[in-house]
């Protein structure tokens, strides 16, 4: 399976602009640039697409960790955040954090912990990913 995406951008760094779109046309030409990147612009930016990527793709492994456990969730809720830092001459995302709260009957809370890790672990994104991740999770009763 292959899925697209695909930028375009014209113009210098700071003053420049860019649109970004999928596959399935879900984002379509939405626009991105310096100020929201590295200011507080209008706008996405890659940091916060693969915050979304990272956030969504762990709470469908979580989801299929607790399901395969017999204990599928009420309800999963990530918040990923992204560290984008300045590294040496240029930037890097160094680290991304989840935060997840599952409402899941029926499991306790050391077996929700053991799946949870797991589920980052094998998380796809999670793999891709050459930064740090950390996690809270929480199980809602």
């Known amino acids: 399976m292959k899925k697209h995406a695909s930028a375009v951008w014209t113009g210098s760094l700071k003053d420049g602009k860019g649109t970004i779109s999928t596959e399935t046309r879900v984002l379509a030409d939405a626009p991105y640039g310096f100020k929201s990147r590295f200011e507080d612009g209008p706008g ?3 940091e ?27 309800r999963i809720e990530t918040k990923a955040e992204i560290t984008f830092d300045k590294v040496g001459d240029g930037f890097a995302i160094t680290a991304s954090h989840l935060t997840v ?10 077996t929700f912990q053991d799946l949870a890790t797991k589920a980052k672990e ?9 930064a740090k991740i950390t996690m809270d999770a ?4």
């Open 101 to 110: 709260s599952a409402k899941v009957p029926g499991l306790d809370a050391a």
């Open 138 to 141: 929480t199980l809602v009763s």
């Open 122 to 130: 094998g998380c796809p994104v999670s793999k891709v990913l050459n």
């Open 44 to 46: 996405t930016n890659p």
């Open 48 to 74: 916060e697409l693969i915050g979304a990527a990272h956030a969504g793709c762990f709470s469908m492994a979580l989801s299929a960790q607790l399901s395969g456990a017999g204990t599928p969730p009420e």
